[in-house]
């Protein structure tokens, strides 16, 4: 990918929470990217416990929250309980993988339109998506990151379900699969991610984000030749993500995903 003009700030990391190994936000590394018109994004990511020289190892592209939102560089980790189930999925242990993650500042959203709106056209690519898109054209190249290019996955609930949805529809080739939590996306693109594979999941209860986004994303993939998988849970609320992140399915699922080119 060509890469912007760009600054790559580092922070150090702080001293250990008390927390478990896997469950400790230092073991994502902080970072600040800044573009050459100023444009900061902060950003944690983490490998995968054991790296192999020579190796290469899938990447998960996490979308956080409302809840995530803010400055302090650890609200995109802790959001929803994330930190928690991936390393009760065992991302870094058993399944090898890297994450990273942005973090929106308060105030902002990944994808510029309403949740409460029942559809929306693609919107002009929100200031975080475009700086994410930008990290993460700096953390492929980056030959110290062994990054398996046909193995990068999307993620996001909420308000990070619209920021996977729209990252997919935005740059389709970029991902692997993608999973996206209770969000929403533009259904006249279904066509653009027909041919990704993707697991949509959400509560049919949930009265934020109607599940209604859902659906019709997964239909509009179908009626364009896609075989999407849907999960929509009975009695669910806006909290799909909880037995999302509890399925060993999904995680086998999203594993078993590689491009073919």
């Given at each position: 990918?060509?890469?912007?003009?760009?600054?790559?700030?580092?922070?150090?990391?702080?001293?250990?929470?008390?927390?478990?190994?896997g469950a400790d936000p230092e073991t994502y590394t902080p970072m600040v990217w800044k573009n050459s018109e100023g444009e900061e994004l902060n950003y944690r990511f983490r490998a995968p416990?054991?790296?192999?020289?020579?190796?290469?190892?899938?990447?998960?592209?996490?979308?956080?929250?409302?809840?995530?939102?803010?400055?302090?560089?650890?609200?995109?980790?802790?959001?929803?309980?994330?930190?928690?189930?991936?390393?009760?999925?065992?991302?870094?242990?058993?399944?090898?993988?890297?994450?990273?993650?942005?973090?929106?500042?308060?105030?902002?959203?990944?994808?510029?339109?309403?949740?409460?709106?029942?559809?929306?056209?693609?919107?002009?690519?929100?200031?975080?998506?475009?700086?994410?898109?930008?990290?993460?054209?700096?953390?492929?190249?980056?030959?110290?990151?062994?990054?398996?290019?046909?193995?990068?996955?999307?993620?996001?609930?909420?308000?990070?379900?619209?920021?996977?949805?729209?990252?997919?529809?935005?740059?389709?080739?970029?991902?692997?699969?993608?999973?996206?939590?209770?969000?929403?996306?533009?259904?006249?693109?279904?066509?653009?991610?027909?041919?990704?594979?993707?697991?949509?999941?959400?509560?049919?209860?949930?009265?934020?984000?109607?599940?209604?986004?859902?659906?019709?994303?997964?239909?509009?993939?179908?009626?364009?030749?896609?075989?999407?998988?849907?999960?929509?849970?009975?009695?669910?609320?806006?909290?799909?993500?909880?037995?999302?992140?509890?399925?060993?399915?999904?995680?086998?699922?999203?594993?078993?995903?590689?491009?073919?080119?």
């Amino acid at each position: 990918m060509k890469l912007l003009s760009t600054t790559l700030i580092t922070l150090f990391a702080c001293s250990s929470l008390g927390l478990g190994q896997g469950a400790d936000p230092e073991t994502y590394t902080p970072m600040v990217w800044k573009n050459s018109e100023g444009e900061e994004l902060n950003y944690r990511f983490r490998a995968p416990d054991k790296v192999e020289l020579g190796k290469k190892y899938p990447l998960i592209v996490f979308y956080h929250g409302a809840g995530g939102r803010g400055d302090d560089n650890l609200g995109q980790i802790r959001d929803a309980g994330a930190i928690k189930a991936f390393d009760a999925a065992g991302v870094f242990t058993d399944r090898g993988a890297y994450v990273i993650a942005g973090q929106v500042p308060k105030g902002k959203l990944w994808v510029d339109v309403p949740w409460s709106t029942l559809e929306h056209k693609m919107p002009a690519a929100s200031t975080s998506m475009r700086l994410m898109f930008d990290v993460l054209d700096k953390f492929l190249g980056d030959e110290k990151n062994q990054i398996d290019t046909k193995r990068i996955y999307a993620m996001g609930l909420s308000m990070g379900g619209y920021g996977t949805w729209d990252a997919i529809q935005r740059k389709p080739d970029l991902f692997a699969a993608a999973v996206p939590i209770c969000g929403g996306g533009d259904k006249s693109m279904g066509k653009v991610i027909a041919q990704l594979p993707i697991w949509a999941w959400h509560g049919d209860k949930d009265n934020v984000i109607n599940a209604s986004r859902s659906r019709d994303m997964i239909a509009a993939i179908k009626a364009a030749g896609g075989t999407p998988k849907y999960t929509e849970l009975k009695g669910v609320g806006h909290g799909a993500w909880s037995p999302t992140w509890k399925s060993e399915e999904m995680w086998e699922w999203l594993f078993s995903q590689k491009k073919k080119k």
